[in-house]
């Protein structure tokens, strides 16, 4: 297993950030750097982003080249699209949920509570004008937006205290970002967001009574079982969530075509391969924390999915009646492609894995 201090430490928040020089450009080469929301070596999703980095490079022959700085190693994590909307960076690699601050309609692109898997969210953001629309909306801030990974439906959190119903989640203090946060609050919890360097210590001093992040692949080596064992299946608020890279649109742009089409090549490529990456090492790492660290797998309450799908419905609806015609825009597309896209899911990808599950032993 991986030591959980081995890529906390650059996940610290306050971590002094190093003065570096302009991008270089030498005899046709380009250094641009990407920022992250990520700690170093991070499985799945820091490890996509350097990955992604590498991709780019090397498809360029060199012509591209990307510099990976972890969270906190040039700006903190929670800074990181700041920095390419400021000219500290060329790209940032994290959650377009982060900025919801900036514009509500940017949690789209990342998650939202009952809404669409990863696949789903694909099909919307490269088929039913999500793109066009998620361009749109970084344009107000000078930056591209680009599908770069997805987890798939994640897990629900680990929580200190078993949930016997709606009414355990009353003053509970929860690391929970994007949508999702806003339907724990709808809920009764004290909803808060932090980067994935803090939460462990937030558990351990108190300061949290539970949190999610992303599932067994991740949560395995942040160590969260050290301190909680009651752990949640599966997330309603997150059921695909995707990464995004984000680019200096001005500076994308400026580029040679071929170099646009290797950036956004490569984003495509690695939304396919992180998918792959948390499908296989997410059941591997859960078996894991149940046999090696006993940690106990547990479902939602029925009252706690209910009342969840009954606020994630009062977020949406508060979205679309917005007085912000953009956010309305985005959160109508999202929710007509969604009803097409469900359809599918529900009426033949749902019965079959439910008669593989009946019928195949193997």
Known sequence: MMDR?????????????????????????????????????????????????????????????????????????????????????????????????????????????????????????????????????????????????????????????????????????????????????KLGATVTNMAAGEIFQALQSGTLDAAEFVGPYNDLALGFYQVCKNYYFPSFVEPGLATELVVDKAKYQELPEDLQAIVRDCSQAEYDMVSADFAANDPRALQTLINDHEVNVLQFPESILEAGAEASMEVLTELRDSGDALVQRTAESFVESLNVLRSRTQDIDSPFVQARQKYLTL
């Not at 982060?98 to 919307?124: C, D, H, I, R």
């Open 5 to 185: 201090r081995s890529f906390v430490r650059a996940g610290v928040l306050g971590a002094t950030a190093t003065a570096l020089a302009a991008p270089a450009v030498a005899q046709g080469n380009i250094t641009w750097r990407m920022v992250t929301t990520w700690p170093k070596n991070f499985p799945g999703l820091g490890v996509g982003a350097q990955r992604l980095a590498d991709r780019i490079t090397a498809a360029s022959g060199g012509r591209l080249t990307v510099q990976v700085f972890s969270a906190g190693e040039l700006v903190p994590p929670l800074q990181s699209l700041d920095a390419v909307i400021d000219g500290t960076a060329e790209m940032s690699h994290g959650a377009a949920y982060y900025w919801q601050n900036k514009s509500p309609a940017l949690a789209f692109f990342t998650g939202v509570p009952y809404g669409m898997t990863a696949q789903e969210l694909g099909a919307w953001v490269r088929f039913m004008g999500g793109q066009e629309i998620w361009d749109e909306v970084y344009d107000q801030f000078g930056v591209q937006g680009f599908l770069s990974g997805n987890t798939g439906t994640q897990a629900g959190g680990w929580f200190k205290n078993e949930l016997m119903g709606v009414e355990d989640v009353s003053g509970l203090r929860f690391r929970t970002p994007g949508l999702g946060g806003q339907v724990w609050e």
